[in-house]
């Protein structure tokens, strides 16, 4: 697979709503000052409707998206009538958002009482909330072509196209495979690789690159040191796996890990 026109028009339109959400999302964090119990509502009532704004706005570039990419498949296409009630908000992980954004301020209550000094609080309560409202937008997408894939049948599985600012190993190694459409796309939190229906007169199998993935392989031994195709010394098979997280569905990681993010991986790319 390869990023066509439309995957870079489709990709660079969705960069810039992550931007745009992400920026003021950041403000309203920073502006507050203070980061007491008291500022959760303040944050809350700025950032909410930035975020399911952005949430609405991934979803409807993905339901174009899709609706065009089955057009160049089928010839005549089909028309997408997308609830955006189940792809984005409360729907993504069942949870109420403002729950949800509450965890960012927890964060820093956390480290403060566990005797971190302010800035390393803060800092840490930063990047919580920067992966919660990246997981949420990449929710918004993986929930949309679920939804929108079942209305085309000509599409048979879903591909990882690798378009973010990061490439981290669970993502690469995930590229080099193929899912079935009826899966929700495994992602870990803060993922943002393009999720992209495809249709095929044959089951490829499950690896569809197996020259990426042994160049992922390789890579993996230079980190680790270490090789075992056997699964003694180092186990492949957990290297990439879908975890059930109980909130955002399957989650990439390695097996013992507790769903963390692409800046836990120190691989190349």
């Known amino acids: 697979m390869s990023l066509t026109r439309l995957d870079r028009q489709y990709g660079s339109a969705i960069r810039g709503v992550w931007a745009s959400t992400l920026g003021r999302t950041s403000r309203a964090w920073a502006d507050l000052g203070s980061w007491r119990e008291g500022d959760v509502r303040r944050f ?48 993504l992980r069942d949870v109420d958002p403002e729950e949800i954004y509450q965890r960012p301020f927890k964060e820093v209550w956390t480290a403060l009482g566990n005797d971190v000094s302010f800035d390393e609080a803060l800092t840490r309560g930063t990047r919580r909330l920067e992966t919660i409202a990246k ?22 599985y879903t591909v990882r196209e690798l378009q973010g600012e990061y490439d981290c190993a669970l993502c690469m190694i995930a590229s080099t495979q193929r899912y079935h459409k009826r899966d929700l796309a495994p992602i870990h939190p803060g993922c943002d690789c393009l999720v992209k229906l495809v249709t095929a007169d044959e089951d490829p199998g499950q690896v569809i690159d197996e020259e990426r993935l042994e160049r992922i392989h390789e890579l993996v031994e230079e980190a680790l040191g270490k090789s075992d195709r056997g699964g003694r010394a180092v186990d492949y098979r957990k290297i990439i796996i879908a975890n ?5 569905g399957p989650v990439l990681g390695f097996a013992g890990q507790r769903f963390t993010g692409p800046d836990d991986i120190n691989l190349p790319t």
Do not use: C, W
Not at 62 to 83: C, F, H, I
Not at 138 to 153: F, I, K, N, S, W
């Open 135 to 156: 997981t949420d937008l990449q929710l918004a997408r993986t929930h949309t072509v679920r939804e929108v894939g079942d209305d085309m049948p000509r599409f048979s």
């Open 44 to 91: 809350q009532r700025t950032a909410l409707p930035a975020l399911l704004a952005g949430q609405r706005r991934v979803a409807s570039l993905t339901a174009s998206y899709l609706e065009q990419l089955y057009k160049e498949v089928d010839g005549n296409g089909t028309r997408v009538d997308l609830d955006f009630g189940t792809v984005t908000g409360r729907a």
């Open 244 to 248: 059930e997280h109980g909130e955002i």
